[in-house]
């Protein structure tokens, strides 16, 4: 079994045990779901490998904290209801069937504004920018993802200060990526 990480900026990736692979897609969903798909068609033959995303997350839901495997994301920032009345499948939410059940909402708005954050609570537990793109990517190329999601903030006002928060959540994603790998962290 071979394991490729993919994480949004070099901070969350910053404590990845050495010589894991580690893919670095820049913010956003387009980036994560163009810089997955690159990887992946560079990396050869994919069939024993498993892809890593790791990064933080906004807690949608008062108390969450710590880390996190989602198992269902969701294109949070998409007029999906649209689509879908134009008769097409807007493939909103992607399910993995290996997480904690925690449902993560994925999009291209930071979420800063309690109105947006209450509104997510409605459907999701964290939020996050890139997610949805790289398991969205996967999916395609019929390669298995696995989703570890560290709270950094509350998605509110709190989330400006991602920059100083970032070390400590890049710690325990390192020490899982390590403990999943099997190895010391």
């Known amino acids: 079994m071979a394991f490729l990480v993919i994480s949004a900026t070099k901070a969350e990736a910053a404590y990845v045990p050495a010589g894991v692979p580690v893919v670095v897609t820049g913010m956003g969903k387009a980036s994560a779901a163009i810089e997955t798909t690159r990887a992946l068609l560079s990396y050869g033959d994919t069939t024993e490998l498993t892809v890593l995303n790791i990064g933080t997350a906004g807690a949608l839901q008062d108390g969450h904290t710590g880390l996190f495997r989602p198992d269902v994301v969701i294109n949070h920032d998409l007029s999906a209801d649209a689509i879908r009345a134009l008769g097409y499948d807007p493939q909103e939410r992607l399910d993995l069937g290996n997480g904690d059940g925690t449902v993560l909402a994925s999009g291209d708005v930071f979420v800063t504004d309690p109105a947006v954050r209450a509104a997510l609570a409605e459907v999701a537990d964290l939020v996050d920018m890139e997610a949805y793109g790289v398991v969205l990517a996967c999916q395609r190329l019929s390669v298995p993802v696995e989703l570890a ?30 403990e999943r790998l099997g190895s010391p962290a």
Do not use: C, Q, Y
Not at 150 to 169: G, I, K, M
């Open 149 to 178: 999601k560290h709270v950094s903030d509350n998605a509110d006002e709190s989330a400006f200060d991602w920059p100083t928060l970032v070390d400590a959540s890049a710690r325990v994603l390192g020490g899982w990526v390590a």
